[in-house]
């Protein structure tokens, strides 16, 4: 027996308003008093009535067409009727029949190890999230409604993922375009993505045809919030799926699991309601939306998407796959790489030693050492300073103008690194910061040699290592003339002047 596994995801995005979908309470629920952002509103106390948040809807229609998908001409909000804690009006106000878009795609074009796969959407719809629980010790569950209300944009992808690497290149491709087009934060861990995973098993012949195109019972895996535990969860189900096939019971019904993170496991939580249990009715108290002149009025407003952008990282600069993929993890780092590089795009086209014939090249290796000063050096010490690019002093014209520097042999790279640093801290610009470290790259040869000499004489048993055939002391050698010279030695003409003197 050959099982395939057959995965969906329902991905809610948590949307970056001021203000809750339906009421003026603040959307935003982190750091702040349990239970102090709410209204009779959002607690549907009787009598009270919803006003749809604009700039949400706007949202929608934004997310839906970058989702290459069809904007419904009218839409409407209905009632989804069900009772649990977090949920103060015993209903939910969502969309059921006539969602805000329907037959989207995301191509995924940058899978490590996998083909480019389109991913199918079914539908996004726009609806207001649930309260807060939070279960304490001894069995008491406490609910905080800040977040009830907030709104949010379920995306819905038809059962076609293979595997969980495409599951998770989904996601972050999800998360990716939320942050392009400002309109969440897309932080998993901080809730404003949350993860519904479907899976079920299907016996395929050995060409991997599937026997039946009746897909058996799904197991919905509820709201995982991080990418790793979505690699895990899927991982786990498909091998829990495997053995109840395997053992002759394949699952028979549709239920929603848990991830146990602790336990590296899925529990088992209900039986799965279908949509008649919700027992969904147009919302009275909302008239339709008309979205077609919207659609037309936000579409040509549309920013550059990440597959566009991606594929022109590449062409026009060069950068490989691995580098592209980290810079545009974050819209902000990808602005300010993109600045950086128009500056030293000038600066190279500036140079009278560069002929045109040279220019591809030469292009390429600035990008090289850019790259590496950028995803390497820079972000390493962001993350000492527990800062990022958005916080930090340095100005892309400051960073370009340090690279060119760099490239130009002008400073050194272990001296550069030492220049970096001070220009995080104080926002200088790097021909300042060269002058008061004396951070200027030593060209005299002569005062060169002489340094190397030094060191030669104060290292005599090392040098009759290095004479004895142990070669690797010159990297030793190298150090010790780095040192003397505070940073300023060219590590290559170093290592050049210590042969020519030792022989």
């Known amino acids: 027996m050959k099982l395939q596994p057959v995965i969906g995801l329902e991905t809610h995005v948590q949307l970056k308003t001021k203000t809750k979908m339906f009421c003026g309470c603040s959307a935003h629920s982190e750091n702040v008093p349990p239970n102090t952002n709410v209204c009779p509103v959002c ?48 209903y939910q106000i969502s969309q059921f029949d006539l969602p805000i878009m329907t037959e989207g795609a995301v191509h995924l074009d940058d899978i490590p190890g996998e083909e480019p796969i389109t991913i199918r959407l079914e539908r996004m719809h726009l609806e207001e999230d649930a309260a807060k629980n939070i279960h304490g010790e001894g069995g008491q569950t406490y609910v905080d409604f800040n977040r009830g209300g907030t709104p949010l944009c379920e995306i819905v992808t038809a059962p076609v993922f293979a595997n969980a690497a495409q599951a998770k290149a989904y996601v972050h491709e999800l998360r990716l375009l939320v942050r392009t087009l400002g309109i969440s934060d897309g932080d998993l861990e901080r809730g404003h993505m949350r993860c519904d995973v479907n899976i079920s098993l299907r016996e395929v012949d050995e060409n991997g045809v599937p026997l039946s195109q009746t897909l058996s019972p799904k197991t919905e895996i509820k709201n995982i919030n991080s990418f790793r535990h979505i690699e895990r969860a899927i991982a786990y189900e498909i091998k829990r799926q495997t053995e109840l096939w395997e053992a002759g019971k394949p699952p028979d019904k549709t239920f929603t699991r848990g991830w146990n993170d602790i336990k590296q496991v899925t529990e088992e939580q209900r039986a799965k309601e279908d949509s008649a249990d919700y027992r969904y009715f147009p919302e009275p108290d909302i008239p339709p939306l008309e979205l077609a002149s919207l659609a037309t009025e936000i579409g040509p407003r549309m920013p550059e998407l990440p597959a566009a952008k991606r594929a022109r990282l590449k062409n026009e600069y060069g950068f490989k796959a691995e580098d592209v993929r980290m810079i545009m993890e974050d819209p902000a780092l990808t602005d300010f790489a993109e600045k950086a590089l ?162």
């Open 43 to 90: 607690m549907g106390h009787p009598g009270t009535l919803p006003l749809p948040n604009e700039q949400a809807i706007r949202f929608a229609v934004l997310l839906g067409l970058a989702l290459n998908g069809k904007i419904t001409p009218h839409s409407k909000f209905d009632r989804k009727n069900y009772f649990y804690p977090d949920l103060p009006k015993a």
């Open 342 to 503: 128009s500056e030293l795009g000038a600066w190279l086209e500036a140079r009278p030693d560069v002929t045109p014939e040279q220019m591809p090249e030469a292009r390429q290796k600035l990008t090289k050492t850019f790259s590496g000063w950028l995803l390497s050096k820079l972000m390493g010490l962001l993350e000492e300073r527990k800062i990022d690019v958005r916080t930090m002093k340095l100005t892309p014209e400051d960073f370009a103008e340090f690279v060119s520097l760099v490239a130009d042999s002008k400073l050194t790279g272990p001296k550069g690194l030492e220049v970096l640093s001070k220009m995080l801290d104080d926002g200088s610009d790097p021909s300042h910061v060269m002058e008061e470290l004396g951070a200027t790259r030593m060209d005299d040869m002569a005062a060169l040699e002489s340094i190397v000499n030094t060191v030669i004489e104060a290292n005599p048993k090392e040098v009759e290592r290095y004479k004895a055939g142990d070669s690797k002391l010159i990297q030793f050698f190298v150090g010790q003339v780095m040192k003397v010279s505070k940073g300023n030695a060219d590590p290559s003409k170093t290592a050049q002047a210590i042969k020519n003197i030792l022989g």
